[in-house]
């Protein structure tokens, strides 16, 4: 395996590029952990509080006003509102789906579109999630589909 830094200026953002035969390879997930900075998010569930990892969520999602966490197995609840949960997973493959949901783009198993402009992504634990036809180009820059066809 080769390796390579590239020292970049100030007016270029950092980024890190992986290229590998396996994109769900263990490393590849490590690399990409490392690279997040490992954020995280507090939500309670059942009275206790955990520390959960960006990469370990899902999606975040507001109902009722009250904001939520899912995970893989567990929903935890968050205190912070959907704005302040876009600010902290910016630099991350968590993105804005519609106007009550932020969606982890790494979570998605395969997407198709649905009706009026808009696509289902169903994530890698069965769940199928709308993506509003608003976000549809947030979705395709996040999985690398650059073009603006569906």
Not at 8 to 36: G, Q
Not at 111 to 116: D, R
Request: glycine share 6%; aromatic share 10%.
């Amino acid at each position: 395996m080769d390796f390579k830094v590239e020292q970049v200026s100030k007016e270029i953002e950092e980024s890190v590029l992986v290229r590998c035969h396996d994109p769900k390879a263990e490393w590849v997930n490590k690399v990409h952990e490392a690279a997040e900075g490992q954020v995280v998010i507090c939500g309670s569930l059942e009275g206790k509080l955990y520390q959960i990892k960006l990469s370990d969520i899902y999606y975040f999602e507001v109902v009722d006003g009250n904001s939520y966490i899912y995970t893989k197995r567990e929903v935890f609840t968050a205190k912070e509102k959907l704005y302040e949960l876009e600010n902290i997973s910016m630099q991350s493959s968590l993105f804005r789906c519609s106007k009550s949901m932020i969606l982890n783009a790494d979570k998605i198993d395969y997407v198709q579109p649905s009706i009026s402009g808009r696509f289902e992504a169903v994530l890698s634990n069965g769940e199928t999630v709308i993506v509003s036809r608003k976000y549809v180009n947030d979705l395709k820059h996040k999985l690398g589909m650059w073009g603006d066809n569906s």
